[in-house]
């Protein structure tokens, strides 16, 4: 499975980092923690 930034994420769907981060908190982006940032677990968007 590819890791991807929440940053990538956000700029591949055309919203901010900030409406990604609440996405995750919301549960509707899975989300894995590293040591140095969050990173989205899973592409699929709910």
Known sequence: MKYISVKEWSNNHGVSERTAR?????????????VHKTIIKSLNFK
């Open 22 to 34: 609440n996405y995750c908190a919301q549960g509707k982006i899975k989300l894995q923690k590293s």
